[in-house]
């Protein structure tokens, strides 16, 4: 048994997104079947959530096309200074100050995989903020710069996202909030709250009027609303 988030876009009120942690069956093991077994489960169970049809992985597991696409190691965001092929992770990554170096703009060019991987994100000191094109963004709220950051590659990728109106919940199988704070699924999910809302290009021009829109709002993926028992498969 586990417990994974789900993320369920809200098109009105103060909350942006609702989060809600789902008890499932996992499958153990590293291979990528394994991984689509569970989720299954955990879809299973998310889809007894009242008003929750149709739910999208968004990663590189997802059985499904578009989750693939969307995964933060695929999803392209273009830039001055890697304009062909700069992912969201490499972008994140690359993008991060520490107390003793960074930003590595070197990352920008690796894989996503190389990126996340290299020593010297680990070997730096704590991590005090980030700078993307000349521009520093705080780490509080927390996830509000990786949230603009992927959510601007969304903005990019409309053939990506004309479908996300077909799903009302997402999740990422990867994700526990006990040991992460970035989440892909929930970045999804906020994009599309603010879209329904007719909001997104406001709020999302620049790093002022997103922290000002942000100001007072829980957004946070790891605050669960609630926790549900759900059907096992």
Request: glycine share 6%; with cysteine; charged share 20%.
């Amino acid at each position: 048994m586990a417990q994974r988030p789900v993320f369920i876009p809200r098109h009105s009120g103060p909350l942006l997104v609702q989060t809600i942690s789902v008890t499932f069956e996992w499958f153990a093991g590293l291979s990528v079947s394994q991984k689509q077994r569970s989720i299954e489960s955990l879809h299973a169970a998310a889809q007894q959530l009242p008003g929750i049809e149709n739910v999208l992985e968004v990663s590189s597991k997802s059985k499904e096309r578009l989750g693939i696409a969307l995964s933060a190691f695929n999803l392209i965001l273009s830039s001055p200074e890697q304009p062909d092929r700069l992912s969201v992770e490499c972008a994140f990554q690359g993008s991060k100050i520490f107390a003793e170096g960074g930003p590595y703009l070197d990352l920008y060019g690796m894989s996503s995989r190389e990126a996340k991987m290299d020593d010297r994100l680990r070997t730096s000191g704590r991590l005090t903020g980030f700078r993307f094109l000349n521009i520093d963004w705080p780490l509080e709220p927390q996830t509000a710069f990786y949230d603009w950051l992927y959510m601007s590659a969304l903005r990019r990728n409309s053939n990506l996202t004309k479908r996300l109106s077909d799903y009302s919940a997402f999740t990422d199988i990867e994700f526990n909030p006990d040991k992460s704070i970035n989440c892909q699924a929930y970045a999804v999910a906020l994009y599309v709250s603010l879209h329904k809302r007719g909001i997104l290009e406001a709020v999302t021009s620049d790093k002022e009027a997103f922290l000002h829109f942000l100001r007072g709002r829980p957004i946070s993926n790891a605050q669960q609303d609630e926790t549900r028992q759900g059907s096992l498969l």
